[in-house]
């Protein structure tokens, strides 16, 4: 069975909080300190959400919320609906189409998911999980599977078949691409943990504001596979010293140096243009000591143009750590 978490940002704040004030004070110092979110540097107007799970609000919503479990404890401005922007237009800062020299990141323009899966992909998410306008995060969740059951046979996993045939197809284009450690970490032969995707959906207008995974809930090896429309993300190194619950288990110092661009390594931001049908990969360095993030605006500067911003899909692949929690509510249709 499928577990699904049909999200509102809110309402998902709403159950965070409860079950945060049945906790003790140990545990909410614990989930403090595993979470951590750096405003972005540049353009503080326009970050736009809070919370790794519901990072984002829909384009109507003009709400604030507070972070309950951000380091910073402050309170985020968030969504495109609201209008106490500043007045003055923001410059943009012109993305790159090679892959930032992130240790762990993996981008190669020539690994894309074909246009038949993507246009499935997309077509069946939208269908079963966003037909309500207020809905913009889903969250579905794996089984760990029985030892020696490959992840994708029907006993083993929960995740509807379209899913199951995206992972198939991004573990066989990224066989040659990724650095071997990094492929195992991603498709184990023997996978023993559950995977978790979340399906996040932006309107053109929408991000998500920069931050590292909940360190405490998910594992090392992230995927994120763009759909529908490009956008531009961003990576700023993290400055701050965090908890090592999570650190990388796999040293990911690789750089891939045929596909990066001749940018400064020593550089504390990129910004990345991830075309339609894109794949990313976090793992090491680049999950926990980078954040990423997407601005809240409706067009990207990619090298010399300007990209209107389509509607977005996202669906990021992630590991659950031993103990973390399903959350999920209902159970939703398989597609
Ligand atoms: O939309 C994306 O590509 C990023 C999503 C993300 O970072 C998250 O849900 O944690
Ligand atoms: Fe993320």
Redesign the pocket.
Known sequence: MTSVLRSHPLQSNKRRLEAESTSTKKQKRLHAELRLEIPPLKFPSTHCSTD??P?FTPASSGETSSRADSLFGEETAFSTGRTDNPPYKETIASASRTAPPIPGFFFNPAVEVSYDIGARVLAQCMETYFQKPDVN?IMLFGRAPSPGTPESTPASTSFPPILNELLTSLSNDLREYLPPATYDLLFPASPRRARQA?I?L?HPGEG?SS?V?LLGRFGDG?I???FGSG?V?QFDRVHTEVESQGEPSVDHTHVDATTTCNADPTEDRYDLY?PERSV?VLSGESRYKWT???ARRADDVVGTETLHRGT?M?I?F?WLLPGAEIVGDTVGPAI
């Open positions: 790794d799970d990072l995060q979340i996040n932006y998500i931050h995974d992230i994120g596979v763009s956008c993300m991830l990313i990423h993030g997407i977005r996202s990021t992630r």
